[in-house]
């Protein structure tokens, strides 16, 4: 029942993913690079959903941890397979299916390239509709899924350990990755789950979400319509501004970047972008509350149709970019995601309440 | 025409100069050495206004700079005397008349001890009604008074410097304290400038202003009434929360305190300050909009009528704690002063339109 996913679809998931990824999710290079060695491996791509699953099925969540700016200078492609087989040795059976942790264009790609090299389906769900600043701010967390072991692998090294609580692995593993013997990122591999946590812990539909939006992407540019429009309109967002880079800071440190991006237009309003890696309160000059806070999606594109992550602000080099604010999921909305996210809210600088775009 | 100030004077001045600091201007705790030195030495302190100086009177600002968790920890009391002296030594006459730099427990007391011993008065006036973060946010500044030399002093040594404008010259002495030769703070003096430069310069009347929210405050608790609604009345502000320290963060660094403070009551509620020495920033967890900004006046005392600033929060241990938010004075409230205040208020995570209380 799995669908196999076409050259154009990897592309058209690649850019949604990049946008879904709001800021974060990994660099959109790092996503090129990653669909380019999956075409290179002529290995099909096929795409199940949870539902699909049976009694004897399990998954494990694969992807990528840490950094962005770091992943952008240089991340081994096939560490999230080294991770995803150290982890699958001790699950007892092989896993037969993989799921991505987030939408993001690293973290959507790069458990396909474990499932391209395995023979096994991606599963069309993951733990969150956007990327998150942290594993405790996804479904498998909120739903009470229990983390069990987890791999980190680099080209020299693994380990494998078990913290217990989300909250725990979360603190743990990026311990790891910025203590020196890891570069601030990491493969990964964690969730080993069967069929029936799966299907109860996960978010169904994101990859086909972000396909359906990179094709709408796609669409407009090849009509020639304003890519900037279609984007806010297929995820039913608005522009908030269109203008240059004024100022970007990202700060790299304990395996997440803290970021701000100022965009100006000709007009002089001025937006301003808080992120931890993924971006997290959209601010208007003009404004005494946040445009945006999130889960709710605050994108950024170039206005000539580039999706670009805060780890790759160098796609935006001299071009004039576009930052939307968009509704996420009605899933992300629940009061205990929104409670997940509060404290990396507070962290980025906005102590009021939550409120959606 | 200068009066002679009574120790009843100099405890209410104390108190009022704590509460517009802000929860800066260095530590009460400290305030208090420095008015019990000056009772020590019997020598009177006498206030003066720039009004009355004359053709050939002169003064400089006096003070101390930095992190007043350091100062908390010890702070030489002589090394203002010690700053003053070694720049009036290059200015060529005596100073006749010293000022503070702006509004706060120590640094409205520490010119005061240099006064006392120098035989000189002080300036019923500042550079600020409230404390600011850097030299920037001083009516010296707006004003275009030049810096010139400045002289930075403790225990063991003396450096002096010039820096041209007063952001420079702020980020120098910031640079020199927090260098490791400092202890991340120093008595300071600086703004040497004659009578015509005092009267266009500085905001006068503010340590009259401090001994009146310290009488307010004096006469509440000697009639048995509410300290905390004597104090709001005084400063024409609103009690935003009274309640107990639910979370308290200060980090020193680069000279300067950045800090949290989180006061929450019996019914749940909610207030953030955010700080960078002062208080710059307060939130009511319930809101999407701040309820005060700098440079308008987020102060904190307890509410048996204790004053306290961020680098003596343990005065407020086991206590209930209010947090009052009150406009600052019109003068603060000028759009150069507001936008000198933005970048600050920005560093602490408000990047919206500014607004008064």
Redesign the interface.
């Known amino acids: 029942m799995s669908t196999q996913l076409s050259d154009t679809d990897l592309e058209d998931i690649l850019n949604g993913a990049c946008l879904y990824g709001a800021g974060g999710g990994g660099p959109y290079t790092l996503g090129q690079s990653l669909v380019a060695d999956i075409k290179a491996g002529k290995k099909p791509v096929r795409l199940a959903t949870p539902a699909e699953m049976t009694g004897t099925d399990s998954c494990c969540v694969s992807g990528g941890v840490g950094s962005p700016s770091a992943a952008a200078k240089g991340f081994d492609l096939h560490t999230a397979r080294t991770a995803f087989d150290q982890l699958a040795s001790t699950w007892g059976r092989p896993f037969t299916h993989v799921m991505p942790i987030e939408l993001g264009a690293a973290n959507t790609i790069l458990p396909m390239t474990v499932a391209a090299v395995e023979g096994i389906p991606i599963l069309d769900a993951a733990g969150a509709y956007r990327a998150v600043p942290q594993i405790t701010q996804t479904a498998f967390a909120l739903h009470g899924l229990p983390v069990g072991g987890v791999v980190l692998a680099n080209a020299t090294q693994q380990v494998a350990f078990t913290a217990g609580s989300a909250a725990d692995t979360d603190a743990t593993m990026r311990a790891i990755i910025s203590g020196g013997t890891f570069t601030d990122d990491a493969g990964l591999a964690l969730w080993a789950m069967d069929a029936a946590a799966a299907q109860r812990g996960s978010l169904t539909g994101t990859t086909e979400s972000a396909r359906r939006l990179g094709a709408a992407l796609r669409t407009a540019l090849q009509a020639g319509q304003d890519p900037v429009a279609a984007v806010a309109a297929s995820l039913q967002g608005r522009v908030l501004i269109k203008g240059t880079v004024a100022d970007e800071q990202q700060q790299m440190g304990e395996g997440t970047d803290t970021g701000l991006l100022v965009i100006k237009d000709e007009a002089g309003r001025e937006v301003?972008v808080?992120s931890q890696n993924e971006n997290l309160?959209a601010?208007?000059?003009?404004?005494?509350?946040?445009a945006a806070l999130a889960p709710d999606l605050i994108v950024t594109m170039t206005v000539d149709g580039q999706p670009f992550s805060n780890a790759d602000l160098q796609l935006a080099d001299g071009k004039q970019v576009a930052v939307i604010v968009a509704p996420t999921a009605a899933a992300m909305r629940e009061p205990a995601m929104i409670a997940a996210f509060l404290p990396v809210i507070?962290s980025?600088?906005?102590?009021?309440?939550w409120?959606g775009v």
């Open positions: 301003s808080v309160v601010w208007s000059a003009d404004s005494t509350r946040p507070r980025a600088g906005y102590y009021g309440a409120f």
